[in-house]
Structure formats: C-alpha cells, structure tokens
C-alpha cells in the first residue's frame, strides 16, 4: 500500500487486530518532530571521547533533556535521564481497551513480549552540526525530501531514528484502542565516537529483544557488521637544529609518519573499497619534528582479516624503525565486534519478527551488511541481540546528506507493527 496516501488498515494476525498508519497527518507530525531535532546542536567529540569525557560534549544534555520532556508529556509510565546522558522510557503492554495489560482480566492481555527501540543523539563531528537550518523540498514523485542548506550536514543520522520513535510513542497514546506489548526506548549520547554502549544503563531494561534505528534506504535491515578495532600509534624522532642536523642526527618523526602512511595499501583505503571488502582508515595525524601520531580504524567483516590488517600495520612500523630510527609505540583497542553470530546464537525471533513486519507494511526487507556499526552491535554483545532498521537517510556525514519522509513513515510503521 502507498505511504502517500491517508489510510488506515486492519490485519488480523493470531486473533489480534492491528493498526498501522502512515497518514498524512502523522506524516506531517514525524515531518515536523524531526525538523525540530535537527535544530539543536548536539554533536559529539570523539578526541574527548576517547579520553574518557562521557558525554564527551556538554550540548548533548540538550537534546537529552528536550527528549525527557517529550516523554514525559506523552504520558510514559517510566521516563529516565540518568547521569551519563541516557534518554530511556517505557510504555507499559495495553489490552487495547485504553487500559494496561496488567490491568485486564486473565486472558485478555496482550502476550507480545516487551521490545526496546534505540537511536543516538550525537552527530558526527567531522562535519558541522551547529546551525541546521532544514530545506523541505516535495518531488515529483510525492516523496517529501529534507536536506540542510549545505553548510551543515543534515543529522538525519540519527535525530531521524529519533524522530520515528517517538512519532511511535505518540501514536500509541493517541490511540489506547490499539493493543500492544511494553515499549522501551533508549536514546543514546556518543555513539559517533565509538563509546554510545559505554556506559548503558542495562539495569533499566527489561527486554530481551531490541531494535536500533540507524540506517539507511527504504527496506535496508542489517544483522550483520564491521568487526571494529582502532590504532593508535606515536612516533618518537630527535629534535636537532636545522642547521646541524646531519651532524647531529635528527630524526624527524614527520617523515617517519609520513613513510609509515605510504606503506599501507592503497587498495585497503575506504574510498577503494566497497561491499565485503575490509580496509584501513586514516583519521587523524600530527606531528612536529620530536614526536608525531596518528589515528586508524581497522574494519572487516571477519577477523582473519582484522589479524592482516594489524600484521601490515605492524611491519610497516617495523620497517620504518629500522629505516630512521626513532621509536614506534603501536596500540590497538578493539571496538566493536560483527553482531550476526551472536544474533545467531541467541535463538531469538528477533530477526523473523521483524521480517513479518516489513512485509506487513509493504516493505520486501532487503539484508545488507553494514559497513560501520551501531550501538545495536555492542548491545547485542551483550546479550541482547539488536538488529537496525532503515530510517531513510541518505549521504551521512556529510553536507550533502538527506532524508526521505515516505521512508521515514514507513520505518515508523515498522515500528508500530512491531509492538502490535
């Protein structure tokens, strides 16, 4: 069924009505919730983050702090800020009547088991998120289509995940004749930097199963990821004067950066690489004569890869000791594994009820491996198995990002037929 179009149907599914919408008044409502967050500056830091700054940005309580008084006023029976910058609420199960399931007679209340749904509040820091200013453009083909005004990025990564959460919420309370399971929700703070799963209050939720909201293009869902390691790496050089420098055996730890850097594959770099192909990302450098650094990122989708990865980083500073001198102090930090075994071994219908879901909505759910990850694959390392859903942003972190509402809707319906 179209998304463009006012409608509201009903499905009987195991002897329960369920209704799902993508009206367009509720189109309008998600339209204009996301518009407002796309407006608050809360973009993340990931220098700060990596030494231990948790949120590693004061903005981010701002947007943590617009969302707690959004649940509050939509009546949520739990609604918590907790003190790292952790957005989490929950929606008591409802028999459908306007009432909680725990309050109806034996038998009639809802069985669905209760789902938590997750998005992060922190926009990536390589490009601006401060003064977002959204262009609403309608295409012709009836799609409505968000962009900034491209000197920002837009922040549909992922204050549209956001967005399409709690436009959910919302509908359910609106509509208490609708039966449903209990509903977590846990908006995050840093995930951009790597540390989103840092400090999660896992105390807090109760459910076995959960969802993040943090892709891409319609249909787009994903179990599987990068494995995900850093490197971190110093080189130590001998500062001399210029002027005596051969006499005195400088060292300069910019060369010696600069050498290691030419070492690694061209054909490992991410903008040669694509689908199943791993690579080695170069962050960040800087240097002086004395002593230089830089940041990399290793990402695979298995770790014989991840190991060659580390193996030519390690040769190459091998090679560039023996060739200068100086001395090299490598680190890898490991950041996140690929989530599809675990969620493999959880035994959980996690991944087939959220095929039903997509089908129901008119939506052939198409699986892609992510190239990146998302909070849902460190929760799911932690025992809670999370795949992501799409929420019809395209081109993220950059200025050229966009956002589709139909697409947008039809996450949001995802949603909803998931709880009903």
Not at 347 to 359: N, R, W
Request: hydrophobic share 35%; with cysteine.
């Amino acid at each position: 069924m179209s998304t463009f179009k006012c409608r509201v149907f009903f499905a009987t599914l195991g002897g329960m009505e369920n209704y799902i919408f993508a009206n367009d008044t509720w189109k309008d409502r998600l339209l204009k919730r996301f518009v407002k967050y796309t407006a608050i500056w809360s973009e993340s830091d990931g220098n700060k983050a990596d030494e231990g700054v948790f949120p590693s940005t004061e903005r981010q309580w701002d947007f943590a702090r617009e969302l707690e008084k959004e649940l509050k006023s939509l009546g949520m029976d739990q609604v918590v800020l907790t003190e790292n910058c952790y957005v989490y609420g929950r929606l008591k199960a409802s028999c459908g009547n306007g009432g909680t399931a725990a309050s109806t007679d034996k038998g009639t209340s809802t069985k669905k088991e209760s789902i938590c749904f997750l998005a992060h509040m922190d926009t990536v820091d390589e490009v601006s998120g401060k003064n977002v200013k959204a262009k609403i453009t309608k295409n012709e083909e009836g799609d409505t289509i968000i962009t900034s005004d491209g000197t920002t990025l837009l922040g549909a990564d992922d204050k549209a995940g956001v967005a399409e959460i709690m436009t959910a919420l919302e509908y359910f309370k609106e509509n208490p004749e609708i039966p449903h399971g209990e509903i977590e929700v846990l908006f995050s703070p840093d995930e951009e930097t790597g540390h989103g799963m840092d400090k999660v209050p896992l105390e807090l939720l109760k459910s076995k199963k959960a969802y993040t909201l943090d892709g891409g293009h319609i249909g787009e869902v994903e179990i599987e990821c990068f494995n995900a390691w850093a490197a971190h790496i110093e080189f130590t050089g001998k500062a001399t004067h210029t002027g005596d420098a051969k006499k005195s055996g400088m060292i300069n730890a910019n060369l010696m950066l600069a050498n290691f850097l030419n070492q690694l594959p061209s054909t490992m770099r991410p903008e040669t690489t694509e689908d199943r192909e791993g690579f080695i990302a170069v962050m960040e450098t800087s240097g002086s004569i004395a002593s230089a650094s830089c940041e990399l990122l290793l990402r695979s989708f298995n770790m014989e890869e991840i190991n060659r990865e580390k193996e030519i980083i390690k040769n190459a500073c091998a090679d560039v000791e023996k060739t200068f001198g100086g001395i090299i102090d490598l680190t890898f930090k490991e950041q996140y594994l690929n989530m599809h075994d675990k969620i493999k071994e959880s035994g959980s219908d996690v991944v087939d009820c959220l095929i039903a879901a997509c089908k129901d909505c008119g939506v052939e759910p198409v699986f892609k491996p992510i190239r990146g990850g998302t909070d849902g694959s460190r929760l799911t390392e932690m025992g809670i198995p999370t795949p992501n859903i799409w929420t019809g942003g395209h081109n993220f972190h950059s200025k050229n990002e966009w956002a589709s509402l139909n697409q947008m809707a039809k996450a949001t319906d995802v949603v909803i037929r998931l709880n009903v």
